[in-house]
């Protein structure tokens, strides 16, 4: 708690003296996707866009892939009401996006109430309230819903995709042009096409795009 108040003495990660919350040697350290000569949007690079669904997305945007130091930011933010990480991260994605166009709204991700219950939080929506603020953009959380999910157990790929469809349904007409649905974490974009599919259906012409903190690569594109 006192952490929010006092300026930052050790770096979360290597512990030596720093004036910020990561020092600058593991900011070096840490992959970041933005690079100069390339776009921002992840879709328009095939070692990213492969192995993400993207039926009805226009663009993924994220900080880097999941991996040392994100992962453990991302943990960390999933596991306690800590605000340090989703301050580093939504600070890191807020520089990372530039001059890219910034949606009308927010939408985070949702959770099951089951799982609200335990948490009492709900990680992407702390990410979007934060984000929102840094970039003055609005964000809506009742725009979707996400029952309970069928045990897997037992399924084909096939089943499992129509377990998923069925566990997310978007309850709310939104009257935009460009939305931005958040999430921390990115693996195989199933749960996210999901609902821009439905975002889709309501809105043909909407443009959607996904703000993620970070993105799973395949073992052989480690590299952005
Ligand atoms: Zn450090």
């Known amino acids: ?21 990561v020092c600058r040697y593991c900011q070096y350290d840490t992959v970041f996707f933005h690079h100069p000569d390339k776009p921002p949007n992840l879709l328009l690079r095939p070692e990213v866009a492969r192995n993400i669904k993207h039926s009805a997305i226009d663009g993924l945007y994220a900080i ?8 453990q930011l991302i943990l960390r933010l999933k596991s306690s009401r800590d605000m340090v990480p989703a301050d580093i991260l939504t600070k890191w994605f ?3 996006l530039g001059d890219t166009p910034l949606p009308e709204i927010l939408l985070p991700v949702p959770i099951t109430y089951w799982r609200y219950y ?24 009742q725009w979707a819903k996400r ?3 069928k045990q897997q157990t037992g399924l084909n790929r096939q089943q499992r995709l129509q377990n998923l469809r069925q566990a997310y349904k978007v309850t709310q007409a939104l009257p935009y042009r460009h939305i931005a649905i958040i999430d921390d974490v990115i693996t195989t974009g199933c749960t996210v096409d999901v609902l821009a599919r439905q975002l889709r259906q309501r809105h043909p012409r909407i443009k959607i795009d996904i ?5 799973t690569l395949a073992p052989t594109s480690k590299r952005a």
């Open 1 to 21: 708690m006192l952490r929010r108040f006092l300026p930052n003495l050790t770096c979360l990660f290597c512990c030596q003296y720093s004036a910020s919350a």
């Open 118 to 141: 335990q948490r009492r939080y709900n990680q992407a929506s702390e990410l979007a309230s934060l984000l929102g603020q840094r970039l003055n953009v609005p964000m809506h959380t």
């Open 94 to 96: 807020s520089q990372m």
């Open 64 to 71: 880097g892939p999941y991996q040392w130091p994100l992962n």
């Open 147 to 149: 029952k309970s999910a």
């Open 211 to 215: 703000w993620a903190m970070a993105v």
